[in-house]
Structure formats: structure tokens, C-alpha cells
């Protein structure tokens, strides 16, 4: 059910996807914390709100009552900051900043307690990049430990499947050759890995629930393969194939069940 709740909320992902330019998680100097920073497009002269989420590494949940200092810097001049000691009970907070002209500025944050208790300074720098000539296309790390296609791991027995391998090529040889493909992916895939293991380990503990999964996965992968058979050479073909197929699907698992249900319900008032 949740899988067929992330191909509904796939359209409201893609906005605040190609919206937001850049998003970056570092860890502090010893590791305490892992600190978001993230922000929509950095218009100069007008102010910018930073996002930001204090986040225990541990848990990968956002950290509660942080005290915390933030400056930045062009150049090694302030233009904002440094702020005196201040406190978040949420761990998440939006900061408004001007960029008053293009250039790499510096955020920098200093760390001095978690939970109410005070803790040595540690510091996280970020490199934000204002102006088109300074703005670098938005890379995703390598990550060693890729989990893949999970659901569709399970539901098929085998990362090296048919089905396992055309979604993994389109996500490398099609989706990520593009900014707004790459931005796509980081988003989604934070939503998507939150529940797929649950789901794929219910998979292989249920073979019937297995079974219809993947009768479930089938339209889905049919409807990607037209993108294997077009040529996509920039960012509007991207979002245009993109949006076309997510509401190809939306008709396929939502517009057809719904019509059907009107039918049998058309003739049994009959």
C-alpha cells in the first residue's frame, strides 16, 4: 500500500525537487552531528531562507534542542553573523540571508549543546555557490553501500533480473544524466528508502504479498520503458517525459481502479 502512496506522491515531489537548487549534509568536526543546509534558487540582492536540520547521526532523525552559532562569509568578511548562542527545540530552523552579489560564500555553524547540556565548539562549513558562473551541476556521492531497487529486488529474487536492471539503467543511464533528473532522485530517494525495507522484507517473508507486488510493479516498468526508446537532451525533455509518465501511471493504479469500482457500482444500483 505504501508503494502505490509513493507513486501518488511522486508529482509533489518533482515540484519541490526541481525548486530547491541545492540541498547538503555534512558532519561536525568529530562527528556529533550531521548538519542539512538547503535552499532555493539564490537570487543576489534578495533575501534567501536557509533551511537547516540538526540531525543525530545515529538515528538519521532530527536531533531536538541544539544550541548553535551560524556566520557567513565571502572572502573571509562577514555578512551575516556570527549570531550569539542561540537555541532550536525542534532542531530545524529557517534562517533569512541576503547574498548581496555573486561569488562562493561561506555558512558556517559552531556547535555548543545538545539536549541542554553544553558540549566543546564543533564546527561545519558549507560552500554555497551564488551566480551562474559560480553554481557547479549538483552531484550525487558515490555510495558504496547502494541499496538498489529494493521492492523490486525482492518481488523479482535478483538484483541481476530483468526487471532489477532496466530500472537500475534508467535511473543511471537516463534519469541522473540530467541537474534536474539527479535533484529528482536525492528527494525521492530519501522518501523512498524510508519504508522500502520494511516492505521488501515483508515481501520475503510472505510469498503471497511477494506475488502480488510484483503484478503490482509490472505496468509500472512497462510504462518506464518508453523512456529507453527516446533521446533526452536536457532538462525540459527530463521534466516533460517525467511528469507524462508519473501521470501515465497515476491513470494506470488510480484512474482505472476508481472507474472500475463506479462501473460495478453503476450496475448493481441497476
Known amino acids: 500500500m505504501r508503494f502505490l502512496i509513493a507513486i501518488l506522491l511522486i508529482p509533489l515531489l518533482i515540484i519541490p525537487a ?37 540531525i543525530n547521526p545515529q538515528t538519521k532523525k532530527i536531533q ?12 573571509g568578511k562577514s555578512v551575516f553573523g556570527p549570531i550569539p548562542l542561540t537555541h532550536t527545540s525542534v532542531g530545524s530552523v529557517k534562517i533569512p540571508v541576503e547574498f548581496v552579489d555573486e561569488g562562493v560564500y561561506s555558512v558556517e555553524f559552531g556547535i555548543e549543546g545538545i539536549l541542554f547540556q553544553p558540549i566543546p565548539l564543533e564546527k561545519v562549513s558549507f560552500d554555497v555557490a551564488v551566480g551562474e558562473s559560480y553554481v ?7 555510495d558504496k ?6 521492492i523490486a529486488t525482492a518481488a523479482f529474487g535478483s538484483e541481476l533480473s530483468p526487471q ?7 535511473r543511471d543511464n537516463t534519469i541522473l544524466k540530467t541537474k534536474s533528473g539527479m535533484t529528482f532522485m536525492t528527494t525521492f530517494n530519501q522518501f523512498y528508502y524510508s519504508f522500502s525495507p520494511t ?6 517473508e510472505h510469498l503471497i504479498f511477494k506475488e502480488a507486488v510484483k503484478i503490482t510493479l509490472t505496468p509500472m516498468l512497462t510504462s518506464l520503458s518508453i523512456l529507453n526508446h527516446v533521446n533526452i537532451d536536457s532538462e525540459q525533455e527530463m521534466l516533460s517525459y517525467g511528469i507524462s ?3 501515465l501511471n497515476i491513470g494506470m493504479y488510480v484512474g482505472i481502479p476508481i472507474f472500475g469500482i463506479l462501473k460495478i457500482y453503476q450496475f448493481k444500483r441497476k
Not at 530547491?20 to 538547503?38: A, F
Not at 557547479?136 to 558515490?142: A, F, L, N, S, V
Open 245 to 247: 509518465i508519473v501521470l
Open 164 to 170: 532489477v536492471q532496466q530500472l537500475r539503467e534508467l
Open 136 to 142: 557547479q551541476p549538483t552531484q550525487i556521492p558515490e
Open 199 to 204: 516492505v521488501a522484507d515483508f515481501e520475503r
Open 64 to 75: 531536538e534542542h541544539i544550541d548553535y552559532r551560524i556566520t557567513v562569509s565571502k572572502d
Open 145 to 150: 553501500n547502494d541499496n538498489g531497487c529494493l
Open 18 to 54: 526541481f525548486a530547491q537548487t541545492n540541498s547538503q549534509t555534512l558532519p561536525t568536526e568529530k562527528g556529533t552531528l550531521d548538519v542539512k543546509l538547503s535552499y532555493d534558487k539564490i537570487i543576489p540582492g534578495q533575501q534567501t531562507k536557509l533551511n537547516i536540520d540538526f
